[in-house]
């Protein structure tokens, strides 16, 4: 069984409102933004090991950016 995802044009939706609501926020509140959505994602997925595949992905994510 596949893992159901978001069409190409929603996740552009979401990393448009996503940047627009980080552009908005005060440097100093992006890290809890970001943290409190994070939170408020895993909430919604049913499997715990499916959270915890995504954390591992951004974080292999932001070595690929900064590395």
């Known amino acids: 069984m596949t893992t159901p ?3 190409f044009a ?3 939706r979401v ?3 996503l940047a627009t609501t980080l ?3 005060p440097e100093a509140q992006e ?3 970001l943290a ?3 939170l408020a994602l895993a909430h919604r997925v049913p499997d715990v090991a ?3 595949a995504a954390i591992e992905e951004a ?3 932001t070595e690929t950016a900064t590395g």
Do not use: S
């Open 36 to 38: 409190q959505l994070a």
């Open 5 to 7: 995802t978001l069409p």
């Open 23 to 25: 552009d908005a926020l």
């Open 10 to 12: 929603d996740l552009e």
């Open 31 to 33: 890290r809890l933004f």
């Open 59 to 61: 974080r292999r994510g």
């Open 15 to 17: 990393y448009e409102q």
């Open 50 to 52: 499916q959270v915890m």
